[in-house]
């Protein structure tokens, strides 16, 4: 059996999971948090998340060689560079 939702369609783009989320179409200032640690109060920014996957990426490409297919495992407590990490590597 086939369920449907009553709600509208929505367009999926045809983006990466990275360009996707850093693409800003809602105009988010670098300086705003968009990570923020509930225990500790630090604050990762949309530029500083940006930035710091975009470095990562370039360093897991450049030293490590890693290419589109490349598997690779991420273990970490629940911090809040976590979230670069990810985008980083995706980005890579």
Known sequence: MIFRSTA??????SLGV????MR??????DNKPVFIDAVTG????FGTLKRDSKRL??????KLDLKKGDVVAI??????????????????
């Open 8 to 13: 509208p369609d929505i367009e999926i783009p």
């Open 75 to 92: 273990f970490s407590p629940n911090q809040i560079d976590y979230a670069v990490v990810l985008f980083g590597v995706i980005a890579a």
């Open 18 to 21: 990275y360009q996707y989320a």
């Open 42 to 45: 630090a604050e990762l920014t």
């Open 57 to 62: 990426a370039a360093g897991l490409q450049d």
């Open 24 to 29: 800003n179409e809602n105009g988010i200032d």
